[in-house]
């Protein structure tokens, strides 16, 4: 059962994370929006059940080029909060999960891959 936490408290709870960016590294992102949905839709070719609380899209900065803005799209940071919520038994949870996640997509924002932040303690 998912816990209750209503889409603008959760909402909340993403801008807490985003806002615990250290300034340092927040000035360095650019060109990156954050959106909140509800689930993730697989691709084709995935698992239909797959289910991830995060996912970045984008070209990490560590692969930009000169050429890179010429017409670029900003870079999408998305948060899914029912699998955020099936994840977590408790509200504390939740508010660990959230910021751990976008810490998480945040860092491939920075070229970082899911090996290294697992290594880091960031998965």
């Not at 650019?30 to 970045?56: A, C, H, R, S, W």
């Not at 099936?86 to 998480?104: L, N, P, Q, S, W």
Request: aromatic share 8%; net charge negative.
């Amino acid at each position: 059962m998912l816990l209750n936490i209503s889409d603008d408290e959760f909402e909340q709870l993403v801008e807490r994370a985003i806002d615990s960016i250290p300034d340092a590294i927040f000035a360095m992102m650019q060109n990156v929006i954050f959106f909140i949905e509800d689930d993730y839709t697989p691709l084709p070719g995935e698992p239909k059940n797959l289910e991830i609380m995060g996912l970045y899209e984008g070209t990490a900065l560590t692969e930009r080029d000169a050429g890179w803005s010429a017409g670029a799209l900003p870079d999408r940071i998305t948060i899914f909060k029912n699998p955020t919520l099936k994840a977590c038994e408790t509200h504390d949870e939740v508010v660990r999960e959230v910021g751990i996640t976008v810490m998480h997509e945040v860092a491939h924002h920075f070229g970082i891959d899911d090996e290294k932040l697992h290594a880091l303690g960031w998965s």
